[in-house]
């Protein structure tokens, strides 16, 4: 089975140096997981990675769309395996680094999409209540998974029994979940109030480097706070603000405890989906010895 080398961690944790550390020791290419990076435009608040950074070596999935493009969880499961494919055909390690734990799993998993799963009506004639009250007559099991107020996994559900005539609960219960390579997952961690402490660090950087400014040059150029890329923390935050219902410094507060409440559901989530090994910052070298048993046997 093709090796994949997955590394994971909060944001402000790490990831990004220990990362290039690991892909010019092992001879890698670098995949970015993150699904608002591939966003033109979106450079501070993502925590996109700066040309000089990458000390020459290859990042794939960075500034390949338009904000205004689509760019979904089909793209990125197609991109990814793609990538896979190419970088190991040639030799090297791939590596993804950071990104959401469904975006991950959907492409180093056996997870089926198809164009059509991804591409929903909206139908805005229906509310989350008439959603849900559908598809407790039609698919029940798949409730037993989707929140009321979680309207994007509602509505996947009620347009793929509208177009196939399918629960969607059946569709899942057939796909095994088992990984399509030999994945090894590293979580980088840190003790929580010091994690913390880099966070606010983190975000007030991003201040001083024009987080507002970025945003607001994205809203003058045509973006909109309902465009996909512009739901992501650090992004969505500003709203209020542009509506004069909040100011900068609390607007700066709100950023900071999403990503802290980003960072615990993260942990949560790896720690329940994956076969996740974490090391404390400061066992970065413990890290790489695993990676390379992993890697060479």
Do not use: C
């Not at 990076?37 to 990675?49: A, H, L, M, P, T």
């Not at 796909?175 to 980088?188: A, K, S, W």
């Amino acid at each position: 089975m093709q090796k994949v080398l997955v590394i994971q961690g909060p944001t402000a944790v790490g990831k990004t140096a220990f990362s290039i550390k690991v892909a010019k020791e092992l001879n890698g290419e670098i995949i970015s997981g993150d699904s608002v990076q591939v966003y033109r435009g979106f450079d501070i608040g993502s925590g996109k990675i700066k040309e000089e950074e990458k000390d020459s070596v290859i990042h794939h999935l960075i500034d390949i769309k338009d904000p205004k493009e689509d760019y979904s969880i089909y793209d990125f499961q197609n991109d990814v395996r793609r990538l896979i494919t190419d970088i190991d055909k040639r030799g090297k390690l791939p590596i993804i680094v950071g990104g959401s734990g469904l975006y991950l799993k959907s492409a180093l998993y056996d997870y089926d999409f198809t164009k059509e799963d991804t591409k929903d009506e909206d139908h805005d004639d229906m509310t989350n209540d008439d959603l849900y009250r559908y598809l407790k007559k039609v698919d029940p099991k798949a409730l037993e998974k989707i929140h009321i107020n979680n309207r994007r996994r509602l509505l996947r559900a009620y347009n793929y029994y509208l177009k196939t005539g399918e629960p969607f609960s059946l569709k899942a219960q057939r796909q095994r979940h088992e990984p399509l390579y030999d994945v090894l997952f590293i979580g980088l961690t840190l003790k929580r109030e010091l994690l913390y402490e880099r966070i606010d660090k983190r975000v007030d950087m991003m201040i001083e480097e024009g987080l507002l400014d970025e945003v607001e040059g994205l809203l003058k150029n045509g973006v909109d706070f309902k465009d996909k890329a512009m739901m992501a923390i650090g992004y969505k935050e500003w709203e209020p603000y542009f509506n004069k219902e909040k100011t900068k410094e609390e607007i700066i507060y709100d950023i900071k405890k999403a990503t802290r409440n980003f960072a615990k559901r993260q942990y949560t989530w790896f720690n329940h989906q994956t076969p996740i090994t974490w090391y404390d910052i400061s066992e970065e070298d413990k890290a790489l010895m695993n990676i390379k048993e992993w890697l060479y046997g």
